[in-house]
């Protein structure tokens, strides 16, 4: 079997990474007693072979013979090494900048002595760095494991949305959004089942899944039908399709299974589900005597790598006049890109996709994920000209076993009429 360059290349980064990270550990030990000194070296290049190791592993092994479990933890727990020395190489690097730039304004200027400057000024600067190079890399690595623990810690987030053209027969209508599933992730049936019970528990009048069933094959959800089955409202659930589902990130055919013939029994699931999925179609659902729109799409997405198949004009099209509409759309780019533009006024647009990267930090008065650097609308509330947009940080998780400090979310979203 050709061994392909991509992994060639990495296999080198990552031991060129190993060599640099331990010049400047090396450093931070030089002055401590010889068994530290002795020690160290042994136990980081054992740790740094075990990770090319496993990288090798995961590589040229085929998922079946490894496991998902194995694979998933392993993988993780590599990556996040690789992290750990990749911070601390931005340190190493910072600061050899720093002593080169400070070298060469000795050399040039010839002022003073190189050598003795360099000893009362930039041993003690330099190990100040490196330590706090090995400390942020530490903190990092320390905060991936442990959000490894976070990844079925479901978190419920209430909001109440106001709106003038909601009908009164409506008002205080009780949604959950959920979206991101991701089922081929999953290896804790038991925790998931317990996420479940959180949606029935808060008795919604109607559900929304936003796209994302699968990570890539419709067989993933297989052991999980009877968990997502029991999800009931009195008005329905409803559900439209993310990037994932199409099956375009893996090869075909697989035992047998076209892409398009997995797409197929991917929708069918939505139906043993009990689901309702919205193929770029409209539902009207009706009260009394009023009636509000629910529109669903098929993935559309603004940024080059993500599919667009949806069709928002014919999920539009032949829709009868309603004074409210709600629209189910995946990635939550199409909200700018389409949506707020669109001559017809699209009240409440529910999206997911970002999962707020699984990576972040929520506290009062502050977010922050590296995701809004590509998603600017990456979670919670957003309203432009009366038109809401609510991003769900996503149920599953993906790749990442984990997740630090965005944890998976089941939102209730309870309307209530406006007098604006």
Not at 366 to 385: D, K
Request: contains cysteine; proline residues 4%.
């Amino acid at each position: 079997m050709r061994t392909p360059v991509g992994f060639i290349l990495v296999l080198i980064f990552v031991a060129s990474l190993d060599y640099y990270v331990f010049q400047g550990i090396k450093h931070l030990v030089h002055t401590h007693e010889a068994k530290t000194r002795s020690a160290v070296p042994l136990i980081y290049w054992a740790v740094s072979l075990l990770t090319l190791a496993g990288i090798v592993l995961l590589a040229l092994t085929e998922p079946t013979i490894s496991g998902k479990l194995f694979r998933q933890y392993t993988g993780a727990f590599l990556f996040g090494l690789v992290l750990c020395k990749v911070i601390m190489a931005l340190f190493f690097l910072t600061d050899d900048l720093r002593r080169f730039v400070y070298w060469s304004f000795k050399t040039v200027s010839a002022k003073t002595n190189i050598q003795a400057g360099q000893s009362a000024e930039t041993i003690t600067r330099s190990a100040f760095i490196s330590w706090l190079g090995f400390s942020a890399g530490s903190i990092v690595l320390g905060s991936y494991l442990f959000g490894m623990s976070n990844k079925y810690n479901y978190r419920v987030i209430r909001k109440s949305l106001s709106f003038a053209g909601l009908p009164d027969a409506f008002d205080g209508l009780r949604i959950v959004h959920i979206s991101d599933i991701h089922a081929g992730s999953f290896t804790d049936k038991q925790a998931v089942i317990s996420g479940v019970k959180k949606i029935a528990d808060l008795q919604p009048d109607i559900v929304f899944f936003t796209g994302d069933l699968v990570n890539n094959r419709a067989d993933e959800m297989q052991e999980y039908m009877d968990v997502f089955s029991t999800i009931k409202a009195p008005y329905g659930v409803y559900s439209v399709l993310g990037n994932h589902d199409y099956g375009d990130y893996v090869a075909w055919p697989h035992q047998g299974l076209s892409k398009e013939a997995n797409l197929n029994r991917l929708k069918s699931i939505h139906a043993e589900l009990g689901w309702d999925l919205l193929l770029n179609e409209h539902r009207i659902l009706q009260k009394n005597d009023a009636t509000i729109g629910i529109l669903g799409v098929e993935n559309w997405s603004s940024k080059g790598r993500f599919p667009k198949y949806g069709d928002l004009s014919k999920a539009l099209k032949d829709m009868p006049e309603r004074p409210f509409t709600i629209l189910l759309s995946h990635d939550p780019s199409h909200w700018d890109a389409e949506v707020l533009e669109n001559k017809v006024h699209i009240d409440l647009t529910l999206s997911g996709h970002t999962h707020g990267m699984q990576f972040g930090v929520e506290i009062p008065g502050f977010r922050w994920s590296p995701v809004q650097y590509m998603y600017p609308r990456w979670a919670g509330v957003y309203e432009v000209n009366n038109r809401y947009l609510y991003v769900n940080r996503g149920f599953g998780f993906l790749g990442y076993p984990g997740r630090v400090g965005i944890l998976p979310e089941i939102t209730l979203l309870e309307l209530r009429k406006s007098n604006r």
